[in-house]
């Protein structure tokens, strides 16, 4: 029987060694590649930025799902992934979360967000865990093993549905193509256009595509996010565009 | 040190903060390196797209090795 898994991994990465996201990007292909199941887009989550965090230069964890006959195989495989690849001066913390067998769901979802607003402890995460045997499962790969800190908290805002952002752009055929919202999202990567509110565009807005735009998550959904224009069509935003409150 | 720097408790800080994308262009250095696309802000060579930029509360702290600059 398929199930749902949450994977998040956290503080993989020092100065020079392939960043969290590309480390998750690896860990999925090889999943794939194993046959053990198949990952769906990853979401950043900003955490904390605070001096008692020894982040490496962020402070974000890096989330995804994957669609799994072979739950425990995948954790396995992740935590043997991570083992192999640590790299020296890394912390890493793998999370592995089965959201349907949660007993008390809004306590993950509530340390997730504690993690964007206050220092949390191994002590905090291992406590959580423990009250969720059967859902959640944590593991330190090497170093302080503080990366377990933040892929718990990635988990949590991951299953939130409303939280950060979504791995990688969204590139236009041609510089300023015109296009509608319903064949931006045919074109996968994207679940819905919204407005800088978050408002839902219709399926026949006009959209302009100027540049590569970035996704958002928000209620469950990878959302782009786009500006009206004077002339009645909307302009899709890049990540610098935009508002604040889809970059916290 | 140049002067887009100080010594803090934190280590080399950037002086102007997280909101002054001229000057944080201005004080790229030969050890800059692009940060992940995902942390970068936007797709100017400035000190907050670099490898080397740790955030902070109010501005970052610059984690290059040695004292090159350009």
Same mark, same amino acid.
């Not at chain 2, 800080?13 to 002054?20: C, E, L, S, V």
């Not at chain 2, 802000?41 to 060579?45: C, G, I, K, M, P």
């Given at each position: 029987m398929e199930e749902k898994l949450l994977l998040c991994i956290d503080? @993989?990465? @020092?100065?020079d060694s392939p960043g969290t996201g590309e480390v998750l990007d690896t860990l999925l292909a090889a999943l794939a590649e194993e046959g053990l199941g198949q990952g769906s887009f990853i979401t950043r989550h900003q955490l904390l930025v605070h001096p008692d965090i020894p982040y490496t230069s962020h402070n974000s964890s890096m989330c995804t799902q994957v669609c799994t006959g072979d739950g425990v195989g995948v954790i396995a495989f992740a935590r043997a992934f991570l083992e192999r690849t640590w790299v020296p001066g890394s912390d890493p913390g793998l999370c592995a979360v089965f959201p349907e067998r949660l007993a008390d769901p809004a306590g993950l979802l509530a340390f997730g967000q504690a993690a964007k607003e206050r220092v949390l402890t191994k002590d905090d995460a291992r406590a959580l865990a423990e009250r969720e045997p059967e859902g959640i499962f944590l593991s330190e790969h090497g170093g302080t093993g503080q990366g377990i800190i933040g892929a718990l908290a990635g988990c949590g805002l991951r299953l939130s549905g409303t939280d950060g952002r979504c791995r990688g752009k969204l590139y236009p055929s041609a510089v300023g193509e015109s296009l509608t919202a319903a064949e931006l999202i045919a074109r =996968? =990567?994207?679940d819905c256009v919204a407005d800088p509110e978050g408002k839902v565009l219709p399926g026949d807005t006009p959209l302009v595509f100027a540049r590569p735009c970035k996704a958002v998550f928000r209620r469950g959904l990878r959302l782009a996010v786009a500006k009206p224009r004077p002339d009645g069509a909307w302009e899709l935003l890049a990540k610098q565009d935009l508002p604040e409150v889809f970059l916290v | 040190m140049s002067g887009s720097f100080e010594h803090t408790p934190a280590g080399r #800080? !950037? %002086? !102007?903060? %997280?909101?002054?994308p001229e000057e944080a262009r201005a004080a790229v250095c030969a050890q800059y390196r692009r940060d992940d696309e995902e942390e970068t802000? +936007? +797709? #100017?060579?400035s000190c907050y797209n670099c490898r080397y930029r740790r955030w902070t509360v109010e501005s970052f702290v610059c984690m290059r090795k040695g004292e090159e600059e350009t």
């Open positions: 503080d @993989t990465d @020092t100065l =996968g =990567g994207v | #800080t !950037f %002086r !102007f903060g %997280r909101h002054a802000e +936007d +797709d #100017t060579v």
